[in-house]
Each structure stands twice: as structure tokens, then as C-alpha cells.
């Protein structure tokens, strides 16, 4: 760093953020004009940081104004403009984020305004003056000489940014109006999103949180405001331990493993102790809450780690909480109540936090984040509520009360629809009802084809939230009970009581339909940090995963074993191992689950009264052993998800390669073939379990290929019977013979038959 202007040191920033507050708080107290106070505010930053420049940028009519500077020309002074994701100072306010940079004018977004004289200046940074999550303003310094400003420079930079939130807002200078140009559409408006709960809803707008405005955040009596925190975590400590024993999560569900990572956090020392630390800086509580809460996103909106990322959340969710507390303002829009038909937006929620609503009124969630993994995603899809995610600047685009149309099957929200979309939109609904109820209707009959051939359907499951769906899907049973789900919800390794209880549970639900267990398939993609998985990997879909890592831990393996034996006792236990390669990792694992059986044997407890063992094939390896590997299974069940990319080389989870490869390609077709002609000359039953066997286009092509049973998500389950009960079969396996011969493209062959022989395709 080559600079003659001393880089602070941590101590010295520290000093400097404290120091820099307490003068801010005798210009707030002033009478001065806000013109007076600002052009203060700049002086005193700009000394305590020791910078050359300091300025203050402010949002007026949607464009950033120069309203103060200490450094740069006087006559710039309400005349530079720059239009949000204009320059530096525009990245800053776009993208909320700070900037830091030794030589601005490398930058590519840097937009030089000849009137400031800036060209003077090599290093720039500048830090978002946030409001109601919009911001409004930027507060930026500058250096002659190039330098990095240090993290706890930045850090000051940004404390002193909420001060100057307030002392802004209380001048007046942050307007109706100011916060409506934010907030730029009025119209009717198109957002798309991330599909994570499909489904569509119909309501007004309700913001999760009403705002927790900071009124004030400076504060001469530190001790005071500690206190204050200190008070503030027993209350909210106190609610968690009672939301632990309220009636509805009483009974163990999947959120019992959510709430113990909440009740983690809530007992976090680290956590207190930095809101204390910045308590001791000059902040009141509540700006200290908010401080470290900016921190946590900071950190959430870098992490890669989902599972990190998913921890995050729940901790931003607690500093809501603690807010509302400690400033006594209302609480969430489920503690005032909603209305009929609401539509939630929020920028996250927390899985508990979901769970304090109506579900009768609630119609769809809209989120600013989210993932198809999240806690709060597999909550929602418990509870039927369509949720689009990924939605950017809700708050930006949307007003309380707004009518909004949710179609996440498409992946949209309409904001404010004019006259005509509600009309299609409504049409749409209609149609899907009657498509619903048809559904319904073939719940208690039987899947058979038009010739007489009956189908299996089966359908996945992995969490506690699953089983209603067994009764109300009329499925066969479950074909996979993914059990890595139980282990991804909890922050902690679950227990052997615990998988125990899930697992006796599920059995108890199905009563005498057969449910089908797969041991853990975590690692990969799916880590979890309390399982020591390899180190980051390069390729996790093909890495330390599934049963690789399982045989690597047999303790893991060997909880689960028992964990599943104890709950079938006096039953069949049906138990598969995922992504077997090679038949020898097969009878290994066997072997683990019958030494367990034996240790429950010496133990006098009761047994199954009937084990069977099954292999998924998802590698491609393991179908060039398939004579000599069935013999050694009782059945084989395809995890086509897996089995697809592995064929294709194609990573599962890559958006830019989705829809890239089709799994009604002649080669997938063929290899599928092989595998259930092998099957049936074996006698061995095999299942398809991956995703495909969902849609009635490729279900009606695996079974053409042979196939009678397929396991699928339980919304599969109706309008793959109505397939196939309106499908020749015989006539189609025959068709599929020549195509596969061909090598022909088969999806559209598919359709256009079915269209010919009016098979139900949904
Ligand atoms: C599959 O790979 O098709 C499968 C069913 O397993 P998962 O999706 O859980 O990897
Ligand atoms: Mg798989």
C-alpha cells in the first residue's frame, strides 16, 4: 500500500466511528438548516477518517445529487447528477453495495464529471444510505494517493451512513416524494421469478414486515441500550422456547429441526456480543441490531454454501424478531392478522415464520430470495401455498394493498393487472380446477391401461409433510423416502430416536402400502457440516456422495440401520442404497444393515418380519453388471435424475444446460431398455423413481419400454393416471420398437400419438 496518508488502523477506525457519532449527534441536535448540517457532516467525516474527500450524494426526483462535499469543487454542489447505476456513486446506490477501489478511474462503470474536479483523486470509497431497504443516498470519500480502504473503514463508513439516514429523513430531506420515485412503477407490471412452490393465488399485497423504522440511532448511554439488548434476548429467547411447545409443533414434525437451529442462534453468544460491540460504538440498540443484521446479509448475498446461506437467513430472521422487540413497534403482518385473500411479500421469511399465518386466508408468498432448498420452501410445499422467488426489489415495485395475480406455474406475479389479464387469469384457474377435480375423481380408481396392463404409482417422499399427500394422492405406496431430507432440516445430526420416530411414523401412515427407504444420500451438493464430507470438491455430483460416503462412515450407516430396523418391527422393511456403482458396495452396505440386525436380535427386540434389499441404479456402470447384480437383489429401482446427467455428462442442477439434453432421447430410451429387459428376465421388479416418471409424455414412454411401476411427486400421481387409463399400450410398445430402431428424435413421435389416439397428456 503506497500512500502518505497513514491507513487507519483497526483501532484507529474504531476510535474514529465512535468518535465521528458523537459529533454527528450534537449536528442532529442542532437548529441549524439541513443544508448547514450536511455541509457540517462532510467536514467532520472527512477529518476523522483523514480523508481529502468526503461527500454526501441524495436522491431527489430518481437522480443522485451532489448535496454536500468537503474536497471536491463547491460549484458541483447540487449540480452533478448521476442517474442510479450511473458511475460509481449510481453502482453504489443500484446495487446497495459498497465500493472499494485504490484507483476509481480503472473501474468500468467510473463516469467522470469534470465540474467536481475529482480527477485530483485516485482511490474512491463509498457506501449506500439505506432507508426502508431503499437507497437513498450515497456517502463516499476520496484519496489522492491510491489506496485500499481497510474492512473496518468501510465498516465505519457504513455505521455512519444509518446515522446519516436518520439526520436526513429528520431534515426533511427524504420525502413523500423521494420514496415514490423509488418505488418508480404505478402501472401494471410483468415480474418474473424463481418457480419454488407451483401454483397460482389471487390477493392483495401484504408485506411481511412492516418496516421496523430506526427512529434514532445514536445514543450517549451506552449502558442503557445494553441493558436494553440484554432484555430484548430473554423475551425473544422466551418466545422461541414457547413457539418449541405450542400445540401445533408439539407433535415432532420437520420444523422441530428448524426451530432447534433458531434456538441455537437465539443462545449465541458471538452474536449478543457483537451487537454489543457495536452498542459501545455510540449506536442505540436498535442500530446495533441493524448494524450487525447488514453485516449478516452482506455475508448472506457472497455465501455459495446453500447450507451456510440457509443459516443466514434464519439468523436475519432472528434480528427481525429482536428488532421488533426492542423497539416495541408491531409486529409481523400474522401478529395484526390478515386478511381474506392475501399475497405475502417479504424479502425472506423464516420456516416458523411462515407457520404463524392463516393458512385459510394465506394465497401465495412472493419472495425477494429463496431457494428450492430452502427450510421454508419445503414448509410452503407442505402446506399447498404457491411461493415465487427471486423477485428483485419487491418493496421498489409493489404498495401494501396492491392486487397481484400469483402464476407460478409460469413464474410470474402480476403487479396491478389491468381488466384483461384478470380475466385470462381467472379463465386459466378455472381450467386447472376442472383438470384438479377430474384428477380427484380417479383418486380410488385403478391404473390400468386401455388393454388391460396395470401401472404402479408410488409416490416420493422425505419429510413428515409428505405423508397426507400418500391418502390424498391414492398412491400405491412410497417408492423413495429420500431419509437425507430429515438430516438437511436439522442443524444437527439427527438422532437414532429421532430418524427412528420419522421413520415409524411414515410406516404407521402407509399402513399395509409398502414404503421404501433410501439410506442418506448427503454429500455432493447435499452437504450438511455436522457430516464430514470431502473437501470442496471439484465435481460433487460425482464426488464423496450417497453411498460412498456411507460406507466411508459406517457409524452414519449404522444409526440408520438400526434406526430403520426398530421402526419396522413386526413389519416388512423395504431399504435401498443410492448411487451403487459397483455390486460390492451393494453387499457391503447389505452386510452393515444384517450385522445390525443381529446386534437387535442378541438384544432381544422385536425384528421386521421381512427384509428386502434393492440398489439404485443411477450410474451407468453398474448396468453393464446386471447379470450378475440381480441375482444378489430383491429389487432395482432407476434414479433417472442421476442416471440422465451421468449419461449425458451433464451437471442436473446447471440452468444453461436444462434444456439442452432430453430424456426422450433415443439414447436414454435404449439404455433404459436394456435395463428393464434385463430385469424382467432376472424376475426382479424395478421402479423408475427420478423425476421423468412425474410427466405423463415420459411416463407413457417408459412404459412402452416395459415398465409397470413408477415412483413420482404426488402432484404426478393424477395426470399420469388419467394417461394411463386413456392409453393402448400393446399398440405403443410396438411403435416404440421402430423408433428406438430409427434413432430418431422420440418426444415429438410421443406427442403426435397421443394426439391421434386421445391419450391424456394433462
Ligand atoms: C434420482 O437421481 O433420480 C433420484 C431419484 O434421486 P435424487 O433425485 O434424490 O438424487
Ligand atoms: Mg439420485
Not at 350 to 362: I, K, M, N, T, V
Not at 404 to 421: A, Q
Request: charged share 25%.
Amino acid at each position: 500500500m503506497d500512500t502518505q496518508t497513514p491507513p487507519a488502523t483497526p483501532r484507529s477506525a474504531g476510535a474514529a466511528a465512535r468518535d465521528i457519532l458523537r459529533r454527528l449527534h450534537e449536528v442532529m441536535a442542532s437548529r441549524a438548516r439541513a443544508q448547514a448540517k450536511l455541509n457540517k457532516v462532510v467536514r467532520i467525516i472527512a477529518k476523522s477518517l483523514s480523508s481529502e474527500v468526503c461527500s454526501i450524494y441524495l436522491l431527489r426526483d430518481g437522480v443522485l445529487e451532489l448535496y454536500a462535499t468537503k474536497g471536491l469543487a463547491q460549484e458541483a454542489v447540487h449540480v452533478t447528477r448521476l442517474a442510479v447505476g450511473e458511475g460509481l456513486v449510481g453502482q453504489i446506490a443500484a446495487n446497495r453495495e459498497p465500493l472499494n477501489l485504490d484507483e476509481a478511474a480503472e473501474h468500468p462503470d467510473f463516469a467522470y464529471k469534470p465540474e467536481t474536479g475529482e480527477d485530483l483523486f485516485h482511490s474512491f470509497a463509498g457506501v449506500p444510505i439505506i432507508r426502508q431497504e431503499s437507497a437513498v443516498g450515497v456517502l463516499a470519500v476520496q484519496h489522492v494517493e491510491p489506496r485500499q480502504y481497510q474492512d473496518i473503514e468501510i465498516e465505519a463508513l457504513q455505521t455512519v451512513a444509518m446515522v446519516l439516514a436518520e439526520l436526513i429523513s429528520a431534515a426533511g430531506l427524504i420525502d413523500a416524494s423521494t420514496m415514490t420515485a423509488v418505488r418508480s412503477h404505478q402501472g401494471p407490471l410483468r415480474l418474473e421469478g424463481l418457480k419454488l412452490v407451483k401454483g397460482v393465488g389471487q390477493g392483495r399485497a401484504v408485506f411481511h414486515q412492516p418496516r421496523v423504522v430506526i427512529e434514532h440511532t445514536v445514543s450517549d448511554d451506552i449502558e442503557g441500550e445494553k441493558q436494553r439488548i440484554v432484555k430484548a434476548f430473554k423475551t425473544m429467547r422466551e418466545q422461541i422456547d414457547r413457539m418449541m411447545g405450542k400445540a401445533e409443533f408439539a407433535a415432532p414434525g420437520d420444523h422441530d429441526d428448524i426451530l432447534e437451529t433458531y434456538k441455537m442462534f437465539a443462545y449465541d453468544e458471538g452474536w449478543s456480543r457483537r451487537i454489543t460491540e457495536a452498542i459501545e460504538s455510540g449506536l442505540t440498540a436498535e442500530a446495533g441490531i441493524e448494524r450487525v443484521a447488514q453485516k449478516t446479509r452482506a455475508r448472506l448475498r457472497k455465501a455459495d454454501d446453500p447450507f451456510f446461506a440457509e443459516r443466514l437467513h434464519d439468523l436475519d430472521d432472528l434480528s427481525n424478531r429482536l428488532l421488533r422487540i426492542v423497539s416495541g413497534q408491531v409486529g409481523t403482518a400474522a401478529q395484526m392478522g390478515i386478511g381474506r385473500d392475501t399475497i405475502l411479500l417479504a424479502r425472506n421469511l423464516g420456516p416458523a415464520e411462515l407457520l404463524e399465518y392463516d393458512r385459510r386466508f394465506l394465497k401465495g408468498v412472493v419472495l425477494e430470495e429463496g431457494s428450492l432448498t430452502a427450510h421454508v420452501i419445503i414448509i410452503a410445499r407442505a402446506m399447498g401455498i404457491p411461493v415465487l422467488g427471486q423477485v428483485k426489489d419487491i418493496r421498489a415495485q409493489i404498495a401494501e394493498g396492491d392486487p397481484l395475480l400469483l402464476d407460478v406455474t409460469r413464474g410470474v406475479v402480476f403487479v396491478r393487472p389491468p381488466e384483461t389479464v384478470v380475466e385470462q387469469f381467472e379463465e386459466q384457474v378455472a381450467l386447472r380446477d376442472r383438470r384438479q377435480a377430474e384428477y380427484a375423481k380417479l383418486r380410488d380408481k385403478p391404473a390400468v391401461t386401455l388393454d388391460g396392463t396395470p401401472i404402479q404409482l408410488f409416490m416420493n417422499a422425505g419429510l413428515r409433510a409428505d405423508i397426507p399427500s400418500l391418502e390424498a394422492s391414492g398412491a400405491d405406496g412410497i417408492g423413495l423416502f429420500r431419509t437425507e431430507f430429515q438430516f438437511l432440516v436439522s442443524a444437527t445430526l439427527p438422532r437414532r430416536e429421532r430418524q427412528t420416530s420419522l421413520y415409524q411414523d411414515v410406516l404407521e401412515a402407509a399402513g399395509d402400502k409398502p414404503v421404501t427407504f433410501r439410506t442418506v444420500d448427503i454429500g455432493g451438493d447435499k452437504t450438511v457440516p455436522y457430516v464430514d464430507s470431502h473437501a470442496r470438491e471439484e465435481n460433487p455430483a460425482m464426488g464423496y456422495r450417497a453411498l460412498r460416503l456411507a460406507l466411508g462412515r459406517k457409524g452414519l450407516m449404522k444409526v440408520q440401520a438400526r434406526a430403520l430396523l426398530e421402526a419396522s418391527a413386526g413389519r416388512t422393511l423395504r431399504i435401498m442404497f443410492p448411487m451403487v456403482s459397483e455390486p460390492w458396495e451393494f453387499a457391503e452396505a447389505k452386510s452393515i444393515v444384517l450385522e445390525q440386525l443381529a446386534a437387535q436380535m442378541a438384544r432381544g427386540k422385536e425384528l421386521p418380519t421381512e427384509l428386502k434389499f434393492g440398489a439404485m441404479l443411477e450410474v451407468p456402470a453398474l448396468a453393464e453388471m446386471l447379470d450378475v447384480f440381480l441375482p444378489q437383489i430383491d429389487f432395482l429401482s432407476i434414479g433417472t435424475n442421476d442416471l440422465v446427467q451421468f449419461l449425458f455428462a451433464a451437471d442436473r442442477s446447471n440452468p444453461a444446460l436444462a434444456e439442452r439434453f432430453d430424456w426422450l432421447s433415443p439414447a436414454v430410451l435404449r439404455f433404459m431398455k436394456r435395463v428393464v429387459d434385463a430385469a424382467d428376465d432376472a424376475a426382479k421388479p424395478v421402479t423408475v423413481c427420478g423425476e421423468m416418471g412425474g410427466r405423463p409424455v415420459a411416463a407413457m414412454a417408459l412404459l412402452a419400454l416395459g415398465y409397470r411401476r413408477l415412483s413420482i411427486t404426488p402432484a404426478g400421481i393424477g395426470p399420469v393416471k388419467a394417461m394411463v387409463r386413456s392409453l393402448d399400450l400393446e399398440a405403443l410398445s410396438k411403435a416404440m420398437d421402430g423408433w428406438l430402431r430409427t434413432g430418431m428424435p422420440i418426444r415429438p413421435k410421443l406427442r403426435q400419438w397421443a394426439e391421434r389416439y386421445s391419450v391424456k397428456l394433462g
